[in-house]
């Protein structure tokens, strides 16, 4: 009787259903006999869609587990070989690019480790951590979109800021630079608020001695390249000189700022899609952790009531 108190104990503190088997086999084992009454057991069965579910959740969080590993790896891949670490470079860390990606695949890795293990092993405890970092994950999506909203002036002085910071270290950050250049390219702008911003720079600063000196980076020009297929990277040397009337056959005088501010306007139907689409997959994956998690308690209490039921007889 001692015995089964025991395992009534082991019950109610909330172990897995895994756990409760394992239980009830180290008990028979000890040379109690299974074909007594008093240990003929209840086996409660999950349905077909509780199955369904469970496998789903552990197959969706295999799959941004190791998409959550590539990403932390390629950033600390990144930060390494920059030699972000050291000790000259450890002050501008923070404006870093890839300290994003490391950021990224650090949170994937954890929220998804979290939801994969505790689906296959059916551990309420780890569940319970993957709802409760969704749910979080879910209120703070929500609370940054709501003040994106209703402070878009601060919004676009962060941007400007981090546009600024950008082109400040344009030469000596590749990432930077590239990051900086596509954006130039596939909005057609120049600068944060307008091509002479570019003075920032302590290269294109005109009283610098070198010969980009009073010039802009090539992806500010209208047409970079020579007949067509040759880059020309010296295409926008001089152009803070130039008046906005011969600058602008030259480079692209609007600022970045500003074709953010149109590209957004024009895609808003695509981008509250994704953002919908998004949302509605991590509030299902709530939902299923938190069927699960039902499913495994009321798996339990079963367990646990067959038990009682047949000490008592």
Known sequence: MCDVKCILLCLKAGSGKGDVEEEITEETNNGLDNNSPAFTRIQPRYSLMDYFLKYLLFLCNLVFTVLGLV??????????????????????????????LVTLGFVLTILCLSGCV??????????????????????????????????QDEVGNYLRSGMLAAMVRYQDDLDLR????????????????NYRDWEINIYYNCSAPGVLACGVPATCCVDPLENG?????????GAQQLDEFTAQSVIFLGGCLGGISRWVEQHQGLIGIVSIVILGVQILALFISTRLLESIQSLTASFGAGLKLKTER
């Open 118 to 151: 505790g689906s296959l092993r059916e551990n309420c405890w780890l569940l319970r951590l993957f709802s409760a970092l969704v749910l979080v994950l879910i209120s703070v999506q929500v609370l940054v979109a709501i003040l994106a909203y209703t402070l």
């Open 178 to 193: 590239f990051i900086t250049d596509e954006i130039q390219s596939n909005l057609q702008c120049c600068g944060a608020d």
């Open 229 to 237: 297929t040759v880059w020309n990277s010296q295409c926008g040397v």
């Open 71 to 100: 990403i932390l790896g390629l950033g600390m891949w990144g930060l390494i070989s920059k030699e972000s670490f050291a000790q000259e470079k450890i002050s501008s860390i923070g404006t870093d690019p890839m300290l994003v």
